[in-house]
């Protein structure tokens, strides 16, 4: 279950819907660089920060050959409400069975308030355009996190 994948492992293949239910598949971005983000729920304070910081430097990702792909378990429905709301212009994958945020590790054991549950940890990983795991960030907090993969895309790609 939180077996979180490693820098220099191949990433994990996946199939699944985006917010307008079109499948999207780790293979569709061959020759491009990923930025998977997984978060717990749409429009929530944390999961809006995040999404917000990757939308607000999109442009300086796709300049530098990247794609964002933010995951939850939120339907499509949910995806679309968010991304009007916020304006985002990054790319949503539902994820409701926690097939693909099993595959990367980011369906772990939480806890709130001295209850255990499962739930998605907020983690982040960086594909190299040969789906190899560049780098992985697997307990992010929010503020402040899409300036450091930002930066850390940057370093890859200049040595």
């Not at 990702?61 to 009007?84: E, M, N, Q, R």
């Not at 739930?119 to 996190?145: C, M, Q």
Request: aromatic content about 10%.
């Amino acid at each position: 279950m939180s077996n979180i994948p490693q820098a220099g492992q191949k990433a994990p293949d996946f199939s699944t819907p985006n917010q307008n239910d079109n499948l999207v598949s780790l293979n569709d971005f061959s020759g491009q660089w990923v930025i998977l983000y997984f978060y717990p729920k749409d429009d929530t304070p944390g999961c809006t920060t995040e999404a917000k910081d990757f939308t607000e430097l999109y442009s300086e990702f796709s300049a530098l050959g990247a794609t964002i792909l933010g995951v939850s378990p939120d339907s499509g429905k949910s995806h679309c409400k968010f991304i009007d709301k916020h304006n985002l212009s990054i790319t949503l994958l539902s994820d409701p069975e926690h097939v693909l945020t099993e595959s990367y590790g980011a369906w772990r054991l939480k806890k709130f308030m001295g209850k255990e549950y499962m739930g998605v940890v907020r983690s982040t990983f960086l594909i190299s355009p040969d789906r190899i795991i560049a780098y992985a960030w697997p307990n992010v907090k929010a503020k402040g996190h899409a300036q450091a993969v930002l930066t850390k895309l940057r370093e890859l790609i200049t040595g």
